[in-house]
T-cell receptor, first 118, second 109 residues
Framework: NAGVTQTPKFQVLKTGQSMTLQCAQD?????MYWYRQDPGMGLRLIYY???????DKGEVPNGYNVSRLNKREFSLRLESAAPSQTSVYFC?????????????????FGSGTRLTVV | QKEVEQNSGPLSVPEGAIASLNCTYS??????FFWYRQYSGKSPELIMS????GDKEDGRFTAQLNKASQYVSLLIRDSQPSDSATYLC?????????FGAGTILRVKS
């Protein structure tokens, strides 16, 4: 009954260091997403994966890479961290679009990763 | 112009009152609309979804959608201090969501 699991919950990096944020979901969802949340700017999409084997850029992809390892796991990598990447990162997943009016059922979010780059 | 706009607040209401939160969006082809609640330091939690024009009620929450005017609203009846949070409006764009920056709601006891 875990839903969407993110690790780590907190991380402090030095400028130039690299790290990978991990995300896994156990709801058999097709689509997975990475967002960052900054004060006053809301949630902004970094990358998403509509299905296993596909990834696409979102609104703010620069400085990030992603890997959809399998249906369950979607990781976000910072190759050379910068202070501008200090943020709270959320992973989310959603089921396939369905036949209901509107067709989209929304996201389930992970608990987030608070990243500070100094 | 932002794709999804919300008044940042804070919106302060007394306990027991109705809180009214509003959201406008720019993409006319959007089909699915959501309200998320986010407590400080926590992740967003889905509280309402709406797909058709009109009202949708769930307990103390009512979502309202007007596609012609491109706005979505959330009414919270009998507001409680535990409703104090940031409320995020989200609008579908294909199989993705675009979020507003959120409205801070404070319910005073």
């Amino acid at each position: 009954n875990a839903g969407v699991t993110q690790t780590p919950k907190f991380q402090v990096l030095k400028t130039g260091q690299s790290m990978t944020l991990q995300c896994a979901q156990d709801m058999n969802h097709n689509s997975m997403y990475w967002y960052r949340q900054d004060p006053g700017m809301g949630l902004r999409l970094i990358y998403y994966s509509a299905s296993e084997g596909t990834t696409d850029k979102g609104e703010v992809p620069n400085g990030y890479n992603v890997s959809r390892l399998n249906k369950r796991e979607f990781s976000l990598r910072l190759e050379s961290a910068a202070p501008s990447q200090t943020s709270v990162y959320f992973c989310a997943s959603s089921p396939p679009m369905g036949n209901a009016v509107g067709g989209f059922y929304g996201y389930t979010f992970g608990s987030g990763t608070r990243l500070t780059v100094v | 112009q932002k794709e999804v706009e919300q008044n940042s607040g804070p919106l302060s209401v007394p306990e027991g009152a109705i809180a009214s939160l509003n959201c406008t969006y720019s993409d006319r082809v959007s089909q699915s609309f959501f309200w998320y609640r986010q407590y400080s330091g926590k992740s967003p939690e889905l509280i309402m979804s709406i797909y058709s024009n009109g009202d949708k009620e769930d307990g103390r929450f009512t979502a309202q959608l007007n596609k012609a005017s491109q706005y979505v609203s959330l009414l919270i009846r009998d507001s409680q201090p535990s409703d104090s949070a940031t409320y995020l409006c989200a609008v579908s764009k294909g199989n993705k969501l675009v979020f507003g920056a959120g409205t801070i709601l404070r319910v005073k006891s």
